[in-house]
Every structure is written in structure tokens, then in C-alpha cells.
């Protein structure tokens, strides 16, 4: 199950991955458009945010798959992380040319960059308080996984010791029937013992007083 979810995860950030890669493309050939450079920024914004919480998704199931998946999905997330940096870094590099071309070729270009940057700074401001969220809510997630595996432990060792009990109860059984037959066997000798006693005694009574 947690290797489903982190496969749709994945495809999800290779999706937004290229798009973003496209839309750098289109931000270099914007040719100082002041309005195709702000469309396509804030496409990629949103793009470069949904990446990362696809990413951070995948950071989190891997977490919780057995030993056998873990540990190509971890590598898996530590080559996308690596990549969604170098995409962040290309993507401010066009951002930046593609701003400085359109204050060049447009005097009206500034006050929309401007303009743009606020929002673009009030949306990071509001993403930030988000990851912020989203970080305490794996701290707590991490926890809990740790909490189950520890759990899961605890349950395996009172397993074991179940099935240690039941052996031994298995045992003390077995042991208690032997005795049980071993103090029928010793009654029984000891009342047959009684009884040859007796019979002798009876047998040597009679034998004197006939012999009398």
C-alpha cells in the first residue's frame, strides 16, 4: 500500500518536474513580455510548490515500507531532491533575465514586476507557514512510526513469549499426567502389597493353629 502511494506520488512530481522544465524554456523565449514573464512565473510557482509537496509526500511513505522497498525509495527521494533544487536554481537564474529584458523593453514593466513580487512574496510568506505545518505534522508522523514499530516489537516479544508459555504449559501437562499414573501404579502396589500381607498372615495364622 505504501509503495502504491508513493508511485503516485512520484508521477505527480515527474508531471510538475516537466512542466516546470517547459515553462523555463518558455521564460527564456519570453523576449522581455512583461505579461508572458508573469503568466509564466506564476505558473511555475505553483508548479515548483506542487513538486515539493509531492516530494515531501514520497519523504514520508518510504518511511513507513518495509526494509525490502526502503531503500530504493530513499535513494529515489534523495536524486528528486537534488533535482528540485537545481530546478529552483534554474528557474530564479530565467526568472531573473527574463525580468531585466522586460524593464528594458517596457517602461510600464516595473510597476507589474513589482506588483508581481509582492504577491509572489505574500504567497511564499503563506507557503512557508504551510511547510512549517507540514513539518511538525511529520515530526509527529515520524513519531507515531516510531511509537508502532516500537509497538509492533513489544507485540512480537509477547508472541514469542506466548508461545513460550504454552510449551511449557504443554510441558507441566505432560508432566503432571506421568505423575497422576506414576501415584495410581503406587497405590496400586501398595494395596496389592496389603493384600499378600494379609493373605500371608492369614496363611501362617491357620498353618499354626492347624498345626496345633
Request: aromatic share 6%.
Amino acid at each position: 500500500m505504501e509503495q502504491d502511494r508513493f508511485n503516485r506520488y512520484e508521477e505527480n512530481f515527474l508531471n510538475s518536474t516537466r512542466i516546470v522544465r517547459r515553462s523555463i524554456n518558455q521564460l527564456d523565449q519570453a523576449k522581455g513580455n512583461v505579461d508572458s514573464v508573469i503568466s509564466t512565473v506564476v505558473d511555475m510557482e505553483g508548479e515548483l510548490s506542487e513538486a515539493e509537496g509531492y516530494l515531501r509526500a514520497m519523504d514520508i511513505e518510504f518511511r513507513s515500507m518495509a526494509t525490502s522497498d526502503k531503500r530504493s525509495s530513499q535513494q529515489k527521494v534523495t536524486e528528486y531532491r537534488e533535482e528540485l533544487r537545481n530546478l529552483h536554481n534554474s528557474f530564479q537564474t530565467s526568472k531573473a533575465n527574463a525580468e531585466a529584458l522586460a524593464l528594458k523593453s517596457s517602461s510600464s514593466a516595473r510597476t507589474k514586476l513589482i506588483n508581481l513580487n509582492q504577491k509572489l512574496d505574500a504567497s511564499t510568506a503563506t507557503l512557508e507557514k504551510s511547510r512549517a505545518i507540514i513539518a511538525d505534522t511529520e515530526n509527529i508522523g515520524d513519531q507515531i512510526i516510531t511509537d508502532m514499530e516500537s509497538q509492533k516489537e513489544k507485540l512480537q516479544d509477547a508472541k514469542e513469549k506466548v508461545k513460550d508459555t504454552k510449551s511449557l504449559t504443554s510441558e507441566a501437562r505432560r508432566v503432571l499426567r506421568t505423575m497422576g499414573y506414576r501415584n495410581v501404579m503406587h497405590k496400586i502396589c501398595v494395596a496389592c502389597t496389603i493384600v499378600i500381607l494379609f493373605g500371608a498372615i492369614v496363611g501362617i495364622g491357620y498353618w499354626v493353629f492347624a498345626s496345633k
